[in-house]
């Protein structure tokens, strides 16, 4: 077997269509919280991530072959993420979940922004489902959080997810539960038997050892990085992307996009007057930049510990996909 990564492929887009059941409770409801509520919500619920360093980009894993071998492989195929480096962050907090569609509204009627058509296949006022949004929306809600809290919120960078996503830096594929392929929640695809839909129910599935849910499988999340001048998708995939994979978008025209049908009145009503932008239609979870842990800075909460996580991955597919053992 070739030494190939984990990934069939980058994230791919995300259509606007709902799912349904969730483990949460709590959520925020554009009728029933104002937007201070909102953003004290999220101030509240934000997970603490410790400093540390560690290897971000492609990393090695030990999987099993199909013949009851153990061979040792790149997490990710080379084109979809960034050579291995290591880094060092200082702690940071970040939303265990997605930006729901009902938390994206309220965000769009404080700052002034046209309501959303509401006679699409999308309730805007839905509470527990993961929106999705262009960047540049992705990017305001954040900054609109910041504004609110006066803390310094921010879209994450791409190490900052990772890092989050491997549960402190952990060499796992996957940012399951356990880190391993699970179906139903590490990929969406018609024979799964999981999602249905390409924009599920927040809290579906279990999170990962910190506490983050839903990094894995079928809404992405932007991320912002300073090496390259297109926009990066973390964690969306109708296959089986791994962590470090990217799903890579160009900027795009409004012309452009009108020409080729891809925005509908909803898409065109996010874009507002931006004549040019980024248009993947993915989620939003910020990150609050403080080092602070929750015992000095008053809010948030701890991440969990990771435990227990195998130390080998596989077998694999045909296709070089890995099933669970």
Partial sequence: MPNAGLITTAAAAIAATLGAGAYLMGWFSADTQDPAALAEQIKAEAIYVAPA???????????????????????????????????????FYMSPYLASNAEYAAFRAATGRKTLPDDGPVNWDAPDVAAAMPFHEAEAFCAWLGEVTGLPFSLPTEDQWELAARSGGHTVPWATSDGTWKKGETIWAPTTDGFVADRPTRGQVPPNPMGFGDMTGAVGDWVITPDTEARIIKGASYFDATIPTRGVIAPSTREALVAQGELGEAQLEMLGDLEAGFFGSAGVRCVINMAQGPEDSGFGKPAGVATDLPDIHGPYDEQHRLIPR
């Fill in 53 to 91: 360093t560690f290897g971000a980009g492609n990393y090695d894993v030990d999987v099993y072959t199909p013949d009851g071998g153990v061979e040792t492989r790149p997490v990710a195929y080379t084109d979809d993420t960034r050579p291995a480096q290591e880094v060092t962050l200082a702690g």
